[in-house]
């Protein structure tokens, strides 16, 4: 709703502005341009360091394959925990 570089509390929600608030959250974020391998390896990184901090020694369990390079296929797709389209039927 602010144009950019807005004072706090001027633009037109007054009183009810959040300007300040989403500053400050964005304050030390950096805009990276990442290729598709930067950003898959970023997300692995970030989500294991989530899994290790949620389920503490049993972190192997909820382990990102689809995230992780070494586990793609042989044609480079992404792991995808047996759900292949041309077997779909696995379960029956």
Known sequence: MCKLNTKHGTCTLGNYCQCGMYEALFKDM???DLSPEEEREKM???EMTHIQKKYGENWMKYYPYHLDKKYDDKNGNPHNYGFDEEDNNWWR
């Open 30 to 32: 950096v805009d990276e």
């Open 44 to 46: 692995l990184h970030i």
